[in-house]
């Protein structure tokens, strides 16, 4: 076995676990872990065990908030009527927003 299948624990992940999503969980799933920072492996494990997810800044997470602040700005800009909101859009700018707020900043940036 390759160290690849090491994780930070020292243990060997050489077991596959896989499940069937509908194309709209999968987006949904993708959206969740490009938020994140983390790869699909890691979120998906942290959330099974129910750890809390905790998002490091980087390019990439800041790439993934512009990416979804832009869609739900065409959203909201879409939108006449409240009664016209979705779940999964509420869902999707509750977790946005969650993770503006619990972005970790540079002392510099304070």
């Known amino acids: 076995m390759s ?3 090491l994780d930070k624990k020292n243990r060997w992940r050489n077991v596959i ?3 069937r999503v509908s194309p709209e969980e999968s987006e949904d ?3 969740r872990v490009k938020l ?14 129910e750890r809390d ?3 490091q800044g980087n390019p990439r997470v800041f790439k993934a908030l512009r990416n979804q602040m832009t869609e739900i700005l065409t959203e909201l ?5 409240c009664s016209e909101i ?3 859009f509420l869902d999707i700018l509750e977790i946005v927003a969650r993770t503006y707020n619990g972005l970790e900043c540079d002392n510099n940036d304070k």
Do not use: H
């Open 3 to 5: 160290a690849k299948n």
């Open 17 to 19: 676990v896989s499940f």
């Open 29 to 31: 799933l993708n959206r």
């Open 36 to 49: 994140s920072g983390l790869n699909k492996q890691d979120y998906i494990i942290k959330r099974l065990s």
């Open 53 to 55: 997810i905790i998002v």
């Open 77 to 81: 800009r879409r939108i006449e009527r």
């Open 86 to 88: 979705s779940d999964e």
